[in-house]
């Protein structure tokens, strides 16, 4: 199943606010193209300190990881800082993420990552296409409940 990278009728707060939802969806359905459109190619993420610069580094480094498990992100808390006509703004949202090995997230007992974590992202809207899109992402894990095995093996 595939989902739709452009949404009608949002307005500027819920289409940056779309960004995030794009990004953390496409993990989820391993939607390359949905992830991919949530940012620029230059795009910085900064994950507990650790930066992963370029679209390329964040899929090496993260999203092929992460979209070959079974996972869901749940967002809340989100707060969107902009001003109309503007073409950049920022925004900072509360994160659970539950990470399974690929097939494993339905087995009773089976090892699992649960983490909280805080987003703290800017965003630009992009004149080519007209979606905002993600320049720099800061996550910070702020507790974790689990097997870190779970997400670290290659």
């Known amino acids: 199943m595939s989902y739709p990278i452009t949404l009608s009728s949002l307005t500027t707060r819920e289409a940056i606010t779309d960004t995030l ?4 969806t496409g993990f989820d359905t391993a939607d390359t193209a949905l992830f ?11 994950l507990n300190g650790r930066l992963l ?3 390329e580094s964040i899929h090496k480094d993260c999203y092929d990881k992460v979209s070959k498990m079974d ?6 808390n989100v707060r969107v800082n902009m001003k109309e006509g503007e073409s950049k703004a920022s925004l900072t949202a509360s994160a659970l993420a539950q ?18 974590s805080l987003y703290s992202l800017d ?9 905002w899109k993600i320049t720099h992402w800061k996550l910070k894990i702020i507790w ?3 097997d870190w095995g779970v997400v670290m093996e290659e």
């Open 21 to 24: 939802y794009r990004c953390v």
């Open 36 to 46: 991919d459109s949530a940012f620029t190619k230059d795009a910085i993420f900064d």
């Open 53 to 55: 610069e370029g679209l």
């Open 71 to 76: 996972t869901i992100h749940h967002i809340s």
């Open 99 to 116: 990470h399974y090995r690929l097939g494993e997230g339905l087995q009773s007992g089976t090892p699992y990552l649960l983490a909280g």
């Open 123 to 131: 965003v630009v809207r992009d004149d080519e296409d007209g979606l």
């Open 144 to 146: 974790a409940e689990g």
